[in-house]
């Protein structure tokens, strides 16, 4: 399959090129009909390639939008009433969903194959959910109870919408009662949980990073004859990555969506994984030299980033 997808990019790059230098040609009707005859192969192998990256599923995405607005307005609904009113409108629902994302369904040796399907299903989401953000978690708990969102009641479609919309865009500040619920059973039904335990001290320690103003970066001594950094040795000492997937949510736009486009970020949540390698950053051995910063996103994300900031061709291999 690499081997293929390798041609298809270099065929892709080809007709880039070409591209460019059919603009200024004049065509003979023999010529026509022959590129006729090319398009409509083209088109095919354009339908086989949509297929298989799921883009032509987007009807079906569209529709699935158009069919969840009434839970997803239903759940605005509860979510700005435990807000406005400070208190949490239903502690039982509240505690059965946080038990069932971070425990999951007790499962038997007498399970039916349907149940244990069911229970598969379950466990998928509830590792879909663990990727939210704190408030995220916190608002499909409030909004959604456990009987509304398993498979023989809500499509996959629905949920994946429904997941996609519940993540807040800014913080919230939930009544007290939210997390004196979670605190009760970290150390209660749910103690050695490490996502809950994470889940309560990431809301008792709001995250600051998206607060720094410039008085909080620290003054550095002014170099008088700077050195190029094109021209220096680099050497790497460090490489950190896998933030939480959450992380991305933070990225702001265009970037966010970039990355949420990438190959690597869609595999990574296929299979539910809680961190991603989608940013990483580089550390040289002189401390002197500058911190790479990378992020992964989707091919054709990475030449609208370029044209959004101008970014010019520098070189080739």
């Keep these: 399959?690499?081997?293929?997808?390798?041609?298809?990019?270099?065929?892709a790059r080809d007709l880039g090129a070409l591209n460019l230098a059919m603009r200024d040609i004049s065509l003979s009707g023999t010529d026509l009909q022959t590129l006729e005859e090319i398009a409509a192969n083209l088109k095919d192998i354009i339908v086989v390639i949509e297929s298989k990256t799921g883009l032509r599923k987007r009807p079906w995405m569209e529709q699935a939008w158009k069919d969840s607005e009434p839970h997803r307005l239903k759940a605005q609904s509860i979510i700005a009433t435990v807000l406005s009113g400070g208190r949490l409108r239903n502690p039982a629902v509240f505690r059965r969903n946080m038990k069932l994302i971070y425990r999951g369904s007790p499962q038997s040796e007498f399970d039916s194959k349907d149940t244990k399907w069911r229970r598969s299903v379950v466990q998928k989401r509830c590792s879909r959910i663990q990727q939210l953000s704190p408030d995220g978690i916190v608002s499909w708990?409030?909004?959604?109870?456990?009987?509304?969102?398993?498979?023989?009641f809500m499509p996959n479609e629905i949920f994946d919408c429904l997941v996609e919309d519940i993540e807040p865009r800014d913080r919230k500040n939930w009544p007290d009662a939210v997390c004196q619920t979670l605190s009760r059973l970290k150390?209660?039904?749910?103690?050695?949980?490490y996502g809950l335990e994470q889940l309560v001290h990431d809301l008792e320690n709001p995250s600051q990073q998206n607060e720094f103003t410039d008085h909080d970066m620290p003054v550095q001594a002014v170099q008088t004859a700077p050195r190029n950094p094109d021209d220096e040795n680099r050497v790497m000492k460090h490489m950190f990555t896998n933030a939480p997937s959450t992380m991305v949510m933070q990225l702001p736009q265009p970037f966010r969506a970039a990355v949420q486009n990438s190959a690597l970020w869609k595999w990574e949540r296929s299979h539910g994984y809680g961190t991603t390698a989608c940013v990483a950053t580089l550390f040289p051995k002189d401390e002197t030299q500058d911190v790479s910063f990378t992020i992964w996103v989707g091919h054709n994300d990475g030449?609208?980033?370029n044209d959004i900031y101008g970014v010019k061709h520098a070189l080739s291999s």
């Design 1 to 11: 399959m690499a081997a293929i997808i390798n041609q298809l990019s270099s065929i």
């Design 141 to 152: 708990a409030i909004a959604y109870p456990p009987t509304t969102w398993g498979p023989c």
């Design 187 to 193: 150390d209660g039904e749910l103690q050695g949980c």
């Design 303 to 305: 030449y609208r980033l």
